[in-house]
């Protein structure tokens, strides 16, 4: 039997600690819509989304309801579009980011991913033309995220595509300059991206994947501030097995809302992501709990290794309360999703060089990053560039979501609103890497990559 | 089914009898109850049964919280399986 302190506990936890379920994600195949016209394409993608994710919204909502627990978002996952339309005799494909963005609205998601290519190891003709026409679709639609994974462990880095994909960020916030290059906060550039991720911008419904499958994201980083709050003066043992304890509980639930959500609306469970994902609210924050391990401000010296401690002990304490892990699984860094970051940021303690540092140890990339306006093309590549390296020689995924927000200069902030918060404008190094960007070509795969 | 109602608020004459009229009104059966006041502050914990309730569980859950606005308290029901599920292997 449950006792009172365990129910209030709980109850505490939902109410003042900003414990949620942050996204209950759909992922649908729409291999199966492959059509050469691309109105008919674009019309079989619509009525398979509105088919299977009909009742997503009403069944998350029913389930929030009867376990009383907050399930922020509702979103959709569907096969890289540059996989599903390639045989459309179209070169604009974002005819096809509309027809996702129109079904994504008709069954009242928030987000919905997959307009995206695989292209680690070159582009086909389709990826091509998908990675070009992100900028317009982008900035005409209003849902759809966009991810294009560039380098793997096994791949090595494709730097044609980062090169091109420097421009495709540049292009995408000159088209959404008027909401401060918001088009470039739903896009993403991966090395080594996961096939079941629920989170966005980077969710897309991998190749291997089954016909339809439900992913859940926790969140809860309040939940592990507050926890710490009572491991005061005790060392980093107490500290990590503490993480571990809450990490557990915080997964219990999230496996629990994907089961019950799988199981009503008749689609088999993925995963649950088991990540700490923090989003503007105070009390929200990842920082908050960096600096509860004892720093004075996050991204001072310590913060990768606090950083790394946290990370881990997240994943040990999670894995043991899911029957399946997956997704990006670890603590999320996102700089305008996180009050404790963006204090940090202005107050010039977190820098873009240790942002960098802290993706080798945590389960994502450079993310929710705005820079001045005036950064080049070249420069955002090199970004890519180093953080795919980070990826690819580590074995772990990461990723750039950068906003070179227009007319903005060091000192300025870009509000982007909701989830996604606002960004102080980071600086960057102003020495150029044009000539590094511009030998194109491909960084081979590491030594460790040959593990056959 | 076996549920959770969590009453938490300031405390008055009455709270008990009032929450308890409307389970009976919807067929609901107390398996437990337990309550305390913390310096003024009403907190009930009830275990019910609702597999005789014809209201909708949605609907049920939105009874009482309005119920519970409309008189200052938090009130909310909750499947027990949360509680299971996290403090529970």
Not at chain 1, 7 to 20: A, G, P, S, Y
Not at chain 1, 160 to 171: A, C
Not at chain 1, 185 to 194: D, G, P, Q, S, Y
């Amino acid at each position: 039997m449950i006792n009172t302190s365990e129910i209030l506990h709980t109850i505490e936890m939902i109410d003042r600690q900003h414990l949620d379920i942050r996204t209950v994600t759909m992922g649908i195949s729409i291999r199966d819509c492959a059509d050469p016209d691309p109105e008919v394409c674009a019309k079989n993608i619509y009525d398979k989304i509105v088919k299977y994710a009909g009742n997503l919204v009403e069944t998350a909502n029913i389930v929030e309801r009867e376990l009383g627990i907050p399930i922020v978002n509702k979103r959709i996952s569907v096969t890289p579009i540059a996989i599903a339309c390639e045989a459309c005799k179209t070169d604009d494909y974002t005819i096809f980011a509309k027809a996702l963005d129109a079904a994504a609205k008709k069954v009242g998601v928030d987000f919905i991913g997959g307009f995206s290519a695989l292209v680690q190891k070159g582009m086909t003709k389709g990826d091509e033309k998908l990675i070009n026409s992100i900028p317009k679709a982008l900035a005409e639609t209003d849902l759809v995220c966009s991810s294009v994974n560039v380098g793997s462990t096994k791949a090595g880095i494709n730097m044609d595509t980062v090169r091109l994909m420097g421009q495709i960020v540049k292009k995408t916030a000159a088209l959404t300059a008027d909401s401060g290059g918001l088009g470039c906060a739903k896009l993403v550039v991966f090395a080594n991206a996961v096939e079941d991720n629920p989170f966005m911008a980077g969710a897309f419904h991998g190749v291997g994947e089954p016909e339809c499958v439900i992913n859940v994201g926790v969140s809860g980083p309040g939940v592990v501030h507050e926890a710490l709050k009572g491991c005061r003066g005790q060392s980093l043992d107490v500290v990590a097995e503490t993480i571990k304890k809450t990490a557990f509980h915080i997964t219990r639930m999230g496996q629990l809302v994907a089961q019950e959500t799988s199981s009503r609306l008749g689609v088999p469970f993925g995963i649950v992501d088991l990540s700490l994902a923090p989003t503007p609210a105070i009390g929200d924050s990842v920082a908050d709990i960096l600096e509860e391990i004892g720093l004075e401000t996050v991204g001072t010296h310590g913060t990768t290794a606090a950083l790394a401690m946290l990370n881990d002990a997240v994943k040990k304490g999670g894995v043991m309360a899911s029957s399946r892990v997956g997704g990006l699984s670890g603590a999320f860094i996102p700089v305008s999703e996180d009050a404790g970051m963006i204090s940090a940021a202005k107050k010039g303690v977190l820098t873009i060089d240790k942002l960098e540092a802290m993706t080798c140890v945590c389960s994502v990339g450079l993310d929710m990053i705005a820079v001045p306006g005036d950064t080049t093309a070249e420069t955002i590549s090199a970004i890519i560039a180093d953080e795919a390296a980070i990826g690819m020689v580590n074995s772990k995924t990461t990723a750039v979501r950068i906003i070179p927000a227009p007319g903005k200069v060091v000192g300025d902030e870009v509000e982007f609103g909701g989830l996604l918060g606002s960004a102080p404008i980071m600086p960057v190094h102003n020495q150029a890497s044009d000539v590094f960007i511009h030998r194109g070509g491909h960084i081979p795969a590491p030594i460790h990559s040959l593990k056959n | 089914m076996k549920s959770i109602i969590t009453v938490l608020g300031k405390d008055r004459v009455g709270i008990i009898a009032d929450i308890c009229t409307i389970l009976a009104k919807n067929n609901i059966n107390i398996l437990d109850i337990s309550q305390t006041i913390l310096q003024e502050f009403f907190t009930m914990i009830m275990v019910v049964d609702t597999s005789k309730c014809e209201m909708d569980f949605v609907e049920l859950s939105k009874l009482l919280t309005s119920h519970g606005e409309d008189i200052g308290l938090s009130i909310r029901i909750q499947r027990e399986d949360i509680f299971n599920a996290m403090h529970r292997i």
